[in-house]
C-alpha cells in the first residue's frame, strides 16, 4: 500500500526566513497531493494541493513542488509569519477500484520566530 | 458552511468497554474516513468508507471495526478497548472520484483507563 514520508519532524524559523517540508511516496498510482494545516487545538485544514499533471503551483506565500520521476513533492512557505506556526501534513491519493484512498506524513511542526 | 461533527470532544472509557465513535457529514460526500493521531506519527487512516455498507481496512485496522449505514454517518468502534486505544480519533469525508478536499471533524480524544 501507499506509504508517505515526511522530514522534518520539527522545523524552527525565524520571521521572515523561507520554510521547507518534504515528502515522498511510494505508490506511483497516486495522483493528487494535498497540504494540510493544523494549528494547535484546531482540526486540519487544506492549504494547497497539486495533482500528478502539474509540477508546480503557487498561491501567495506558499507553493508546492512535485516531481513525479521522483515520488518528491515539497511545500515552500516564504516571508514566513508567527501564524504560519503550525503542524504541517503532506498527503497522497489515488481514485482506484471505485475509491480514494487517502495517506497522510507523519507532520511537521512548524516554529516561526518573532 | 459545510461540516463534519463528530459526537464526542472528549471521552473517557475503561478497559474492555466497548466503545463507538460516531461522525456525521451533511456535504453528501461519498468517501468517509476515520484516523488516529499521535505525536510524531501523524494521521494514521484505520478505516474509510466508499459507500454505505460499503468498507475498506487502512493501515491500522486492528481492534476496530465500523459502520456506515447511512451515507451522512460512519461510526468507528473499539470492540473491548485498551489503553494503546488512547488517543485523538479523527473522521474526514472527501467526494468521491477526482481527489478533493478532505473535511476533517474536529476530533474526539478518547482516554482508555
Known amino acids: 500500500g501507499e506509504n508517505v514520508e515526511q522530514h522534518p519532524s520539527t522545523l524552527s524559523v525565524q520571521e521572515g526566513d523561507s520554510a521547507v517540508i518534504k515528502c515522498t511516496y511510494s505508490?506511483?498510482?497516486?495522483?493528487?497531493f494535498p497540504w494540510y494545516k493544523q494549528e494547535l487545538g484546531k482540526r486540519p485544514q487544506l492549504i494547497i494541493d497539486?495533482?500528478?499533471?502539474?509540477g508546480e503551483k503557487k498561491d501567495q506565500r506558499i507553493a508546492v513542488t512535485l516531481n513525479k520521476t521522483a515520488k518528491h513533492f515539497s511545500l515552500h512557505i516564504t516571508e514566513t509569519q508567527p501564524e504560519d506556526s503550525a503542524v504541517y501534513f503532506c498527503?497522497?491519493?489515488?481514485?482506484?477500484?471505485?475509491?480514494?484512498?487517502?495517506?497522510f506524513g507523519a507532520g511537521t511542526r512548524l516554529a516561526v520566530h518573532p | 458552511d459545510v461540516k463534519v461533527t463528530q459526537s464526542s470532544r472528549y471521552l473517557v472509557k475503561r478497559t474492555g468497554e466497548k466503545v463507538f465513535l460516531e461522525c456525521v457529514q451533511d456535504?453528501?460526500?461519498?468517501?468517509m474516513f476515520w484516523y488516529r493521531q499521535d505525536p510524531g506519527l501523524g494521521l494514521r487512516l484505520i478505516y474509510f468508507?466508499?459507500?454505505?455498507?460499503?468498507?475498506e481496512k487502512g493501515d491500522i485496522p486492528e481492534g476496530y471495526s465500523v459502520s456506515r449505514e447511512k451515507k451522512e454517518r460512519f461510526s468507528l468502534i473499539l470492540e473491548s478497548a485498551s489503553t494503546n486505544q488512547t488517543s485523538m480519533y479523527l473522521c474526514?469525508?472527501?467526494?468521491?472520484?477526482?481527489?478533493?478536499?478532505?473535511?476533517f471533524g474536529q476530533g474526539t480524544r478518547l482516554t482508555v483507563v
Open positions: 474526514a469525508s472527501t467526494l468521491l472520484g477526482g481527489n478533493t478536499e478532505a473535511f
Open positions: 505508490d506511483s498510482a497516486s495522483n493528487y
Open positions: 497539486i495533482r500528478s499533471n502539474v
Open positions: 498527503a497522497a491519493s489515488m481514485f482506484s477500484g471505485g475509491y480514494n484512498k487517502l495517506i
Open positions: 456535504m453528501d460526500h461519498e468517501n
Open positions: 468508507s466508499y459507500d454505505v455498507k460499503m468498507k
